[in-house]
């Protein structure tokens, strides 16, 4: 049976810069007005709420909205924070305001591992629904069809290996008939601890500095895609 590829986004296949420099900050501009247009459209609604539950004290949108672009700021990889940036990003995607960022190297090895039959999945912290539009949106064009599964946090954090088990139960294959693909150790080391073979992915233009011997936690390590050796 052929390997099943799981791949992170950022920092694997596409920079750390585009999600910091492009993405982010068209999310954090344009979060107010479309609370203000959309706050009670039952999906937003049901975010925003999460966002309230969570801060007892919370009930102003106008509140909601600042707390989500302190989230921002901070990098958090908050469910409701990504689920929401995703229905932003579809604006800008659909208008044409930038599309994604993906390394040639990996665009062209995610096209060879399809058409050479392996399955291809997506797990990362952005929403399923932005994981989409990343993919369908990309400088190479649309590689939505080359995928067959998309996961996000609701399965569970990056750094648990219980996410990595729910993920393979979902895919139905062992753990071990799957290779995680990232460019950070921790949710690599949860990876293998739930039994799935890993590769990191220390890019030059993310990474400046290598990681090797101790800093890579034993797992193998490339620079690109191309340096990846699958069987079959």
């Known amino acids: 049976m052929l390997l099943t590829l799981l791949t992170d986004i950022e920092g694997t296949t596409s920079s750390i810069s585009f999600v910091k420099d492009v993405l982010f ?11 203000r247009a959309h706050r009670d459209d039952p999906e937003v609604r049901r975010w925003l709420d999460v966002v309230a539950t969570e ?8 509140v909601i909205v600042e707390t989500l ?19 932003i990003w579809q604006a800008g995607y ?10 040639p190297d990996a665009a062209q090895a995610l096209r060879l591992w399809h058409a050479q039959g392996y399955p291809l999945h997506v797990y990362s912290s952005g929403s399923v ?13 649309d590689l939505t069809p080359l995928f067959s599964g998309w996961y996000d ?3 569970g954090g990056k750094r648990e290996a219980g996410s990595y088990h729910a993920i393979a139960a979902r895919i139905g294959q062992p753990a071990e008939e799957i290779v995680f693909l990232s460019d950070v150790v921790e949710e690599l080391d949860a990876a293998r601890e739930a039994g ?3 590769w990191l992915v220390d890019r030059r233009q993310d990474y400046p500095q290598p990681r090797h011997g101790e800093q890579t936690h034993g797992h193998r390590r490339v620079e690109s895609f191309a340096d990846i050796v699958l069987p079959g």
């Open 25 to 35: 900050p068209y999310a954090r501009r344009a979060l107010p007005g479309f609370v």
């Open 55 to 62: 801060h007892g004290s919370i009930c102003d949108d106008e």
């Open 69 to 87: 672009q302190g989230w921002i700021d901070q990098d958090r990889k908050h469910t409701a924070l990504k689920a929401l940036q995703g229905m």
């Open 94 to 103: 659909r208008e044409a305001d930038f599309t994604a960022h993906i390394y």
């Open 129 to 141: 629904p932005a994981q989409k539009l990343f993919f369908g949106h990309s400088d190479a064009g």
């Open 153 to 155: 946090t609701e399965v």
């Open 196 to 198: 799935m073979q890993t």
